[in-house]
Each structure stands twice: as structure tokens, then as C-alpha cells.
């Protein structure tokens, strides 16, 4: 009778099985995901990096176009066509700054009194 009611398929070593395949098969998706996010990232700092050297670009060519709008002969060419006005500085608004006289051993600075001490 024993032999008639044992179940000649192991369960459990089906069931072991079973789990470590969907342990594995877990781990491949997991490791699939990551590489699919590693590459998305790597493409959005591409496209960050690219756009960083354009704005690089525009702002060398805004610089250089500030060096000429502001050189001599620009300024003295809108004054000319009156596009733009000068007036003189009036002596009340010009602030003087005076420095005081001190002997040259009284001079001291931040670096020298912790030498010092």
C-alpha cells in the first residue's frame, strides 16, 4: 500500500528548483533595469554636456561682443550719431579718498601679527 499511495515526483525538489529560477530570473531583470538607467543617464549628461558647451560658446561671442560694442571707436561712433549722451562729472560728485600718513613699521597685517605672536 505504501507504495501505491507514494508520489514518485519529488515536490520539494521541484519547488527548489522553481524558486532558485525566479530568484535568477529576478536578478537578470534587476540587472537589465540598471544598464537601461545607466544608459539613459549617460545620454541626458551627453545632452546636458552639449548644451553646456553651446551656452560656452554663445557667452565667448556675447564677451567678444561686449569688447566691441564698449571699445573707444564704438562709444565715440554713437556719440556721433547721437545715440548716446555724455555728460561731465560735476566735482560734487566725485568722492576723494584720502590715505592716511602712518609710519612704514606701523603698517601691519592680518598675516604678520600671527607670524608675530
Known sequence: ?????????????IFQWTLIALV???????VVHLKNQQFQLGQDIQ??????????VRN????????????RPAVRKKLESMAIIMHA???????????????HDDMRTALNEGLHQ
Open 1 to 13: 500500500m505504501n507504495t501505491k499511495n507514494r508520489n514518485p515526483i519529488e515536490s520539494r525538489s
Open 47 to 56: 545632452k546636458l554636456e552639449k548644451r553646456l558647451s553651446e551656452i560656452h
Open 60 to 71: 565667448q561671442v556675447l564677451l567678444a561682443e561686449i569688447a566691441t560694442l564698449s571699445s
Open 24 to 30: 535568477l530570473g529576478g536578478v537578470g531583470l534587476q
Open 89 to 103: 562729472i560735476q566735482d560734487r560728485c566725485i568722492a576723494h579718498l584720502f590715505v592716511p600718513e602712518t609710519a
